[in-house]
């Protein structure tokens, strides 16, 4: 067996007076580079935005720092995907979209710190927001009433400070010859977990996929990786999206694993273009 293709990530949400600092650098075997927004505090409305590139894939130009003007003024919140992908259309590397949603997920996760400049008077409010918000995305939206634990409850030994939030997330692929072994998973401020899959060579079907919650926000998310066991059969390719979506997610499982298995995708198209763009 032998290593195909490695990727990581590092986001962190720093606040500066009335801003909010979201960097995601980014380091795989055929690049380098970092997303950086800076947003305001109180509308997460993008004041600067740039993508720069330490290390550029090869046929993908030159190495350097690209402005990115087109998304200022754009709300950095989930349901910017498609002004971002616009925004990075001229992108050489197929990297910058993903790149920059990763930091407005961070942002995204960092809300909570800035709650009361967002509009919430406490923090209850902030939690009572989020169950009606986000009704059934996952197992633990989907359980209201159930006595789980609150959001809050769940960071409120946290002392923040000005560092919003972090998450670091890899992804790694290995090739035994007849099957890849995909392997990732996240840590960040409320959650980790991993995930592995068994991937045949050529058809790309998944042969086996695992998982486990280390840290979330109650036990039921622990539910969420049974939901794996539904993988093996489906081909872990981009034409299968929304059938990984729909084993790995919904309203019994878990959005972040869903991630980082459609991550898995990604990372597999980097490893078999010799970390080209993929033509997908």
Not at 227 to 245: C, N
């Amino acid at each position: 067996m032998h290593y195909l293709f490695h990727r990581y990530w590092l986001v962190n949400v720093n606040r500066q007076g009335d801003t909010l600092l979201a960097t995601s650098q980014y380091m795989d075997t055929a690049c380098e580079m970092a997303g950086i927004m800076r947003v305001g505090v109180t509308d997460f409305r993008v004041t600067g935005a740039r993508v720069e590139t330490y290390r550029a894939p090869e046929g993908a130009g030159p190495a350097g720092t690209t402005e990115l003007d087109a998304l200022v003024g754009v709300t950095a919140y989930p349901g910017a995907g498609r002004e971002v992908r616009r925004a990075v259309a001229h992108d050489p590397t197929g990297r910058w979209a993903d790149l920059l949603l990763e930091g407005i997920k961070g942002l995204f996760q960092a809300e909570y710190a800035v709650f009361r400049e967002r509009g919430f008077a406490t923090e209850a409010d902030f939690d009572t927001w989020f169950w009606r918000d986000f009704a059934g995305t996952c197992v633990y939206y989907s359980n209201p009433g159930q006595g789980l634990r609150e959001f809050s409850d769940h960071i409120r030994d946290q002392v923040r400070g000005g560092c919003c939030f972090n998450r670091h997330r890899y992804c790694s692929i290995t090739d035994s010859g007849e099957e890849y072994l995909v392997q990732a998973g996240l840590s960040d401020s409320f959650h980790e977990m991993g995930i592995a899959l068994r991937v045949k060579t050529g058809s790309m079907e998944i042969l086996h996929a695992g998982g486990h919650t280390l840290r979330a926000l109650d036990t039921i998310c622990q539910r969420g990786p049974e939901r794996l066991a539904m993988l093996p059969g489906i081909p872990l390719t981009t034409a299968a999206r929304k059938q990984m979506m729909d084993a790995a997610g919904g309203p019994a499982g878990c959005t972040h694993l869903a991630d980082l298995v459609l991550e898995g995708v990604k990372t597999l198209e980097l490893a078999l273009s010799g970390g080209r763009k993929p033509e997908v």
